[in-house]
């Protein structure tokens, strides 16, 4: 082969350098995703620590959730919640949601910076958390 | 082309036109309903200031202090930068078109809450161009701060300057943020909402309880409502009526057992 050796070289570190990430993460844990928060005082307070809804739908649809409820709020001026359960909350991301999760960074920042998302909810509604 | 054609092309294209036509006008007044589903009930909700009693014995600093702090509303020295939902003004100012050389000196040191007008044809909504403002069933005006793109129409629009526009995060400028209520963001119009927050849940707004009597809100549909009984015991006057906007606010003078 024509210069062979040189080829097979450079193959051999291309594929090196192209594999790396995989290579340097051999036997490590895969990655576990985000450890969030329920540590609130609010939360210690509830004698049924229990969302609106379900964990599982709340964390694949919140966003959904909140989308809904911000439109049900604003303009169609509703004041509650009715799960799926039939409970009734306040439609109000002060009273309700902020209540419980007052742990911004540990909780919902944990997860949006995990999944590299950066919803502006909070330029508005913080519940008090900044300020000076 | 033959003439005949011509004439029965033409007659064609006319009478198409004219079934267009008949078709848009059976659509407009589908459009035109009345919206439906106010949660209170109320069709316009609207404010009545007694004048007398607002200058004589009303508490007027704790009023629009009550509002901005519960509404986490900025407070901006600059006048430019300003933000306000109520403030006063004098007479010359708040109903410049009946400013007269010969005004009584009563009326000239009377002070006059001003505020958004709710207005049943608010030209701030018409102007909007993404709906970000818009009016309930029950007539108020409101702001979906969700949808502000911040152009600034409605202030522009707007007759009574009851709008402020966040040129920055007011954030800094609020001494307490009431965590119950969300702040603005940078690049927002924002305005009085009538307190609708506190409307669904049965309470009257601020400034009314703040005014202890001096402000009656109710129903301007309902006669039997304490506005439209308190506009019946005197006369009461609107600011730039003659613009056509409609205000709800309105101003009375000599309403049951003032001095006027």
Partial sequence: ?132 | MKRREFIKGGLLLGAAGLGGALSLGALRPAAALPPTGAASGARRWGLVIDLDKYNQSADREKIAALCHRRHNVPDIPDTKTEIKWIWEDDFAHSFAEMESPYLSDRIKEMRFPVLCNHCAEPACVKVCPTQATFQRPDGIVNMDYHRCIGCRFCMAGCPFGARSFNFFDPRPYIAEIDPLYPTRTGGVVEKCTFCVERLTAGLPPYCVEAAAGAIIFGDLSDPASEARRALASGFAIRRKAELGTEPSVYYLLGGGGGDA
Avoid at chain 1, 73 to 83: D, H, I, P, T
Avoid at chain 1, 116 to 132: F, L, N, Q
Wanted: proline share 4%.
């Fill in chain 1, 1 to 132: 082969m024509y210069k062979g050796g040189g080829i097979i070289v450079g193959l051999t570190v291309f594929c090196l350098v192209a594999t790396a990430p995989f290579l340097l993460n051999i036997g490590r844990a895969a990655e576990s995703g985000p450890t969030l928060s329920l540590d609130t005082p609010a939360i210690h307070l509830l004698s049924d620590p229990s969302c609106v809804e379900s964990a599982s739908y709340m964390r694949a649809e919140h966003m959904r959730l909140l989308a809904e409820w911000r439109d049900q709020a604003v303009r169609e001026g509703r004041s509650e919640y009715v799960n799926s359960a039939g409970a009734i909350f306040a439609l109000s991301l002060e009273e309700s949601c902020l209540q419980c999760h007052s742990n911004r960074a540990e909780f919902c920042d944990a997860c949006h910076n995990y999944a590299a998302v950066e919803p502006y909810c909070w330029e508005c509604h913080d519940g008090g958390a900044t300020g000076s």
